[in-house]
């Protein structure tokens, strides 16, 4: 089995930042494409980037792109996530998930997620 856990979240001001990272841990993830998604209360899960195993591929939703960046440590089985410019909007809680899919914006295709951090922006 693969374990993720997410850490740094927090609440913050709108135009702050903040890093969230993921770790894996258990079974290895070699080839693993990892992702980042969010859900906001009563909202669907949503997309917000992905990366490869090999870390030269990346997709990033247009709600964030040139906001936030997805970069990974193959050799920690890590993978963070740096928001900038931080909105209300992107309030929701964040979920780091992993797939043999390749990257994909599909929730489906990731067998593996984490429990999720708290992302709070205020105005």
């Known amino acids: 089995q693969v374990q993720l856990v997410e850490s740094g979240g927090g609440t913050v001001q709108a135009g702050d930042s903040l890093r969230l990272s993921c770790a894996a841990s258990?079974?290895?993830?070699?080839?693993?494409?990892m992702g980042w998604f969010r859900q906001a209360p009563e909202k669907d899960r949503e997309f917000v980037a992905s990366?490869?195993?090999?870390?030269?591929?990346?997709w990033v939703a247009d709600a964030v792109k040139g906001r936030f960046t997805i970069s990974r440590d193959t050799a920690q089985n890590t993978v963070d996530l740096q928001m900038n410019s931080l909105k209300p909007e992107d309030t929701a809680i964040y979920y780091c998930a992993a797939g043999a899919g390749g990257i994909t914006s599909g929730a489906t295709t990731y067998t593996h997620w984490g429990q999720g951090t708290q992302v709070t922006v205020s105005s």
């Open positions: 258990g079974r290895t993830l070699s080839g693993a494409a």
């Open positions: 990366i490869s195993w090999s870390g030269f591929n990346v």
